[in-house]
């Protein structure tokens, strides 16, 4: 295999933020986060201290969710739900910005709004994770192209402290053609244009749209460090079953003969 299993596995936060997840369902999503020791449970604030814990002494970190999904709160309610959530035993924080003043081009007041969450969630020793949600960006905003606003916005997160850069909430439904609402997610482009937008020190974290192991090899080869998903178990148990067989193929094959190349 390309990557040890903890390798894959570590860059996994467990995705339990359906607007429907029961107490029993949390329950059973932390028990299959710790079963695969992914990297964290990424869960709604209210639930952070049960979460917290069910994995206490499981190697598996709490995130949670931060004017979530659509960023529209206020900053100062921002600030106080990360407090909250890191008092309740959150190591990690996935915010989202506010898109209307990203697409208004309110610098200022996006960069703002980043430092808040950051500088509160640091002062806990936790770390930040900035969601722009793509999809929401693809035509662009502010007199500037789809690209460039992302570019933007990574420097813009650098500058502020975050940890990571990610590209998507996994509910930035979009209006399709056909009337239909659908979303992208992480996109092999956008991701690409979110590594080299930041420095080695900022990570990158993708959301929506990877579903089995090979697109969570194929975002690791991007230089993606961090991966949402609700398809753990199927991607950590396809691992298991191709580590199987490649050893199983290893020890089918027939010794090589040793020959003598002059004896010793």
């Known amino acids: 295999m390309k990557y040890t ?10 995705s339990l933020l359906h607007p429907t997840m029961t107490d029993q369902e949390l329950e059973e999503g ?33 995130g949670a969710v931060v004017g979530f999904p659509h960023g529209g709160s206020c900053t100062e309610s921002k ?3 990360t407090r909250l959530a890191c008092e ?19 610098w ?29 960006l ?3 905003g502010a007199g500037l192209s789809s690209d460039e606003l992302k570019r933007t916005l990574c420097r813009i997160c650098e500058r502020a402290g975050a940890d990571w850069v990610k590209t998507s909430t996994g509910y930035g439904f979009v209006k399709q053609p056909d009337g239909s609402y659908n979303y992208r997610g992480a996109t092999e482009h956008d991701l690409t244009l979110m590594r080299a937008s930041c420095s080695p020190k900022v990570q990158v974290k993708a959301a929506g749209g990877v579903r089995d192991l090979d697109g ?25 079953r191709r580590e199987a067989a490649e050893k199983a193929g290893q020890s089918a094959r027939p010794a090589k003969a040793v020959t003598s190349s002059g004896g010793y």
Do not use: W
């Open 5 to 14: 299993y903890e390798q894959l596995a570590k860059m996994i936060d467990h």
């Open 30 to 62: 932390c028990r299959v986060a710790a079963r695969f020791q992914v990297a964290s449970v990424c869960i709604k604030p209210y639930a952070v201290k049960r979460a917290a814990g069910l994995l206490r002494g499981s190697g598996v970190l709490v």
């Open 79 to 81: 600030r106080c739900e």
């Open 88 to 106: 309740d035993g959150a190591a990690e924080i996935d915010m989202v910005i506010n898109i209307g003043k990203a697409l208004s081009g309110d």
């Open 108 to 136: 200022d007041y996006v960069e703002k709004d980043i430092r808040a969450v950051c500088d509160e969630a640091h002062q806990h020793g936790a770390k930040v994770k900035v969601i722009f949600e793509n999809d929401y």
């Open 138 to 140: 693809g035509k662009g």
């Open 216 to 240: 969570l090899i194929k975002v690791r080869d991007l230089g993606v460090s961090r991966c949402g998903a609700t398809a753990t178990a199927a991607m950590l148990e396809e691992y298991r």
